[in-house]
């Protein structure tokens, strides 16, 4: 008698098969993306690229770094924003023909978009299940806004800033970290504390997170690379 979260539907039709599940019956949905095998091979070859492209940032975030409104001099950016273009060119056609499925260069596309909002988790082959006992909790790791992955939030460190400081440093910092947008699925340093407020329905009283062995990185787990967008409970 499994019915709404508790149902795991399978499909490799992003708006056939997985957005009408989670939106007509609530089911988790585990979509499969035969490609994401290729993708990630590019990732792998082609890293340096992306670590190019950051470098190139960088760059660009110091030649801004101490101007504000009243400045009368314009960076001379055009360097640098024809490096970056390069760059991107070379790893969009490291894809193939048709580029990646789930990036636009250094942003991410419409289907990558679709896919980490309606699909709770999602790998090359159901066959990863495989390696999962039926009780696992999928969880992805915490994503932070701009402005909480600019800002240090250790107490001892802000107590003796003034307003006036805090402005600067908040500024100095976004400069400094903005090259981590770039990085796919880069997540920045979370916080020192936080208050989390997880969703009723994710977890009953016996679920025991503790037991979670794998981590997260660029959407997949280090375990037979399946990604989760989400946080199914599979019974």
């Not at 149902?7 to 039709?13: F, R």
């Not at 990863?128 to 999928?138: A, G, V």
């Not at 992805?140 to 909480?148: D, F, G, R, S, Y």
């Amino acid at each position: 008698g499994a019915k709404g979260k508790d149902v795991l539907y399978v499909g490799d039709h992003i708006f056939g098969d997985v957005l009408k599940s989670k939106k007509l019956r609530g089911w988790r949905t585990f979509l499969i993306v035969p490609e994401l095998d290729h993708e990630l091979h590019v990732w792998t070859d082609k890293r340096q690229l992306f670590d190019k492209l950051a470098s190139l940032d960088a760059q660009l975030a110091d030649l801004y770094l101490d101007l504000d409104s009243s400045a009368k001099l314009k960076p001379d950016i055009s360097k640098i924003r024809s490096s970056m273009q390069d760059a991107i060119y070379e790893m969009d056609i490291s894809y193939g023909l048709l580029g990646s499925l789930f990036r636009s260069g250094s942003r991410q596309t419409f289907f990558c978009s679709q896919l980490t909002r309606y699909a709770d988790i999602y790998a090359a082959s159901v066959l990863n299940l495989l390696y999962y006992p039926f009780s696992y909790i999928f969880r992805a790791p915490p994503m932070l806004m701009p402005h909480e992955s600019t800002v240090d939030h250790e107490a001892d460190e802000l107590s003796g800033i003034t307003e006036a400081s805090s402005r600067r440093e908040v500024r100095k910092g976004f400069l400094n970290r903005r090259t981590s947008s770039l990085l796919p699925n880069a997540f920045p340093e979370a916080p020192g504390t936080t208050r989390n407020t997880h969703e009723l329905d994710d977890f009953d009283d016996e679920d025991d997170l503790s037991g979670s062995p794998n981590s997260c990185f660029f959407g997949l787990c280090r375990r037979k690379n399946t990604g989760h967008s989400r946080s199914p409970k599979i019974k």
